[in-house]
């Protein structure tokens, strides 16, 4: 029988599998789509970025449900509403403003998650467990993607939606069954209390400390290019690269590093940290740099090849080293703000957000005025990923501060 810990964390990786499967099959299924109901490319922008803009809507939201109504509640709700707007598309893919309204639900229903899973996380996780849990969390995460990446391209687009959206059905149920709320919606139970457990924190607060703003804008940066990758690099393949439907298969390969790199990374961070080799700030530090500089580094190196095989590699490099931030910054939430890291994490992943908002229509328009070419928004990329380190590195704290 699983401990606690053990048990709160697979199920929320499970979640995390299903959250981030979905979110693939779109920029997988954009192409066939669009020769099925001749969209250009200003219109895959829009349908591709309005995930974001439901995204951006429900993270505080979902943060301050969860403290209120507790994680088993409002992460119930979450799922059932992602999985409903999934397998829904393809009765609302007729009216690219019904998708794009869909889309947005699916934005809405991921919100008001991921800020859930980090809160369950800072209660039921002990800090010596913490950079390998983040580390799975963010590992399945990349196991969805990698799944979509290989099984979408053998469907048609309609079963792509019916198969995913069903399986969020299924983890519902077995959530409701399996997972027990270990506090009430007052008291809250910590596996590992925190040394100042203030409820009663200003809203002020939680903006006006740097190395809360460092933990912002290091996950901005990373978000930036990561959201460009998912959301463009199967229509970069196909339309840049002349890359076929057998050839978009090779998406999956850049999350299966992913996956495997963001394991190990939690793993040695914990072991750094354990054996008190290193100090948990020189941890974090260490890991967002690689996952942030490293990235920025092969983002300009993909941006000059034309050679599919290598952009893949370069790719699969690039989001390989990104998985290294799961025990950086976003790890990081649960030692500044132990007793409010859903919140942190919700203010945090809302800006983090809006990449995922401007990347349609900005890389549309950057590719269009530059007449096919994609090098301005790779060096775009790779810019703010070296801003995003910087600023981690010179401002960041792993003291409590709320």
């Given at each position: 029988?699983?401990?606690k ?9 499970v979640a ?12 997988i299924?954009?192409v066939?789509m669009t ?7 200003h219109?895959?922008?829009w ?13 505080v939201i979902?943060?301050s449900?969860?403290k209120?109504?507790?994680?088993k509640n409002v ?22 403003y019904a998708?794009?309204l869909a889309r947005v ?7 008001l998650g991921l800020?859930t899973m980090?809160?369950?996380f800072s209660?039921?996780?002990p800090?010596?467990?913490r950079?390998?849990?983040f580390?799975?969390l ?22 792509m939606?019916?198969?995913?959206g ?13 997972y027990?709320?270990?506090?009430g ?7 590992e ?5 203030n409820n ?8 006006n ?8 804008i ?7 290019s ?12 196909t339309?840049?690269l002349g890359?076929?439907q ?10 299966v590093?992913?996956?495997?790199v ?7 961070a914990d ?9 948990v ?5 260490l890991?967002?740099?690689i996952?942030?500089?490293?990235p920025?580094?092969?983002?300009l190196f993909?941006?000059a090849?034309?050679?599919l095989p ?5 790719v699969?490099?690039c989001?390989g080293l990104s ?16 007793s409010?890291?859903?919140i942190?994490?919700a ?5 983090a957000t ?14 269009t ?11 775009i990329?790779?810019?703010v990923n ?6 981690y ?5 792993a003291?409590q501060l709320?």
């Amino acid at each position: 029988m699983l401990n606690k810990p053990a048990h709160t964390l697979w199920l929320c990786c499970v979640a995390n599998f299903i959250n981030a499967a979905d979110r693939v099959i779109m920029p997988i299924a954009i192409v066939p789509m669009t020769d099925e109901f001749n969209w250009d490319l200003h219109g895959q922008g829009w349908v591709l970025s309005s995930f974001a803009v439901g995204y951006i809507s429900s993270q505080v939201i979902g943060a301050s449900a969860t403290k209120k109504y507790g994680g088993k509640n409002v992460l119930t709700i979450s799922v059932l509403l992602w999985s409903m707007s999934t397998f829904l598309v393809p009765l609302f893919a007729h009216s690219i403003y019904a998708l794009t309204l869909a889309r947005v639900i699916l934005g809405l229903g991921e919100g008001l998650g991921l800020p859930t899973m980090f809160h369950i996380f800072s209660h039921g996780i002990p800090s010596e467990e913490r950079s390998r849990s983040f580390g799975y969390l963010v590992a399945f995460g990349s196991i969805g993607q990698t799944a979509a990446s290989v099984i979408c391209p053998h469907l048609s687009w309609r079963w792509m939606f019916y198969l995913f959206g069903s399986i969020g059905f299924i983890w519902v149920f077995v959530w409701l069954y399996m997972y027990k709320e270990p506090r009430g919606t007052i008291d809250e139970e910590f596996v590992e209390p925190p040394k100042v457990n203030n409820n009663n924190v200003n809203w002020r607060e939680f903006i006006n400390h740097w190395p809360l703003w460092s933990i912002y804008i290091a996950h901005f940066s990373m978000n930036w290019s990561n959201y460009i990758i998912m959301h463009w690099l199967p229509t970069y393949l196909t339309r840049s690269l002349g890359a076929d439907q057998t050839h978009i298969m090779l998406t999956a390969v850049p999350y299966v590093m992913n996956s495997v790199v963001g394991v190990v990374a939690g793993h040695y961070a914990d072991s750094l940290i354990s054996k008190h080799k290193w100090t948990v700030l020189s941890v974090r530090r260490l890991m967002t740099s690689i996952g942030l500089m490293g990235p920025g580094l092969f983002i300009l190196f993909f941006s000059a090849v034309t050679n599919l095989p290598l952009a893949v590699l370069f790719v699969t490099i690039c989001l390989g080293l990104s998985a290294c931030n799961s025990s950086g910054h976003l790890s990081n939430h649960a030692e500044v703000a132990p007793s409010h890291a859903g919140i942190t994490f919700a203010i945090s992943n809302t800006l983090a957000t809006i990449p995922g908002i401007l990347c349609g229509p900005l890389t549309a328009e950057l590719v269009t005025q530059s007449h096919g070419r994609w090098f301005p928004v790779f060096i775009i990329a790779a810019g703010v990923n070296f801003v995003g380190g910087i600023v981690y590195l010179s401002q960041s704290a792993a003291s409590q501060l709320l």
